[in-house]
Structure formats: structure tokens, C-alpha cells
């Protein structure tokens, strides 16, 4: 099991930038893929941010210029980076890990979320 604690959202004018934080905890040494994911009422939750364990990111097409994903293995911490905040931008921001185990042909993976964090941006 792995178990993800968020930090850092809060209130914050159009233009601003804020920094959400993310530690896992738990069987740490099994996460492969660490993220950002974020959910508006009534909507499905979507891809902000993805980091592979060797530093390889991916960014929904909103996003990209304007936030940066970083993580440190020693610490097993995910941050985002979030400027230039656009009102759209609110929603709850939730931190996601993927696991992975076993042989290569019997391999198996779990994703973990955290409990969420709000983020709004105001016009």
C-alpha cells in the first residue's frame, strides 16, 4: 500500500502561481509513476502532470508553460509548480502514484490517490 498526503493548495488571484506538494508514504520503493490529477464538480478528474521515477514528465496541453512537475526519490515527494494561474485552473487537485511488481510477464500495478486539495483561482 501507498498513501499520499497533499499540501499547498489555497486561494490565489489570476496571474499567481502556487506550489502543491505531495509525500508518499508506505511501500515507497515500488512507485514507478507520480502525478497530478484535478476534478471540477460533475466533471471526470483529469491529467495535469505525470513524472516516471527517471524524470520523464507528461502535461495535458493546458498546462504546459505555465506548470512544472518535480520529484525527489530520496524523499518520495512530488511537487507542482503552478504559474500564471488562469481562473479555469480551479478545482480540486488530487496527487496520484502508480505502483508496480512482480515478473516482468506476470507484472502488476496499482494506482493510489491522495485526499485532494483545493485550488482556486480567482478573476
Known amino acids: 500500500q501507498v498513501h499520499l498526503v497533499e499540501s499547498g493548495g489555497g486561494l490565489v488571484q489570476a496571474g499567481g502561481s502556487l506550489r502543491l506538494s505531495c509525500t508518499a508514504s508506505g511501500r515507497t520503493r515500488s512507485i514507478k509513476q507520480l502525478g497530478w490529477y484535478r476534478q471540477t464538480p460533475g466533471q471526470q478528474r483529469d491529467l495535469v502532470a505525470t513524472?516516471?521515477?527517471?524524470?520523464?514528465?507528461n502535461y495535458a496541453d493546458s498546462v504546459k508553460g505555465r506548470f512544472t512537475i518535480s520529484r525527489d526519490n530520496a524523499k518520495n515527494t512530488v511537487d507542482l509548480q503552478m504559474n500564471s494561474l488562469k481562473p479555469e485552473d480551479t478545482a480540486v487537485y488530487y496527487c496520484y502514484a502508480q505502483d508496480e511488481f512482480g515478473p516482468v510477464e506476470l507484472v502488476r500495478r496499482n494506482d493510489y490517490w491522495g485526499q485532494g486539495t483545493q485550488v482556486t483561482v480567482s478573476s
Open positions: 513524472i516516471s521515477t527517471w524524470g520523464s514528465t
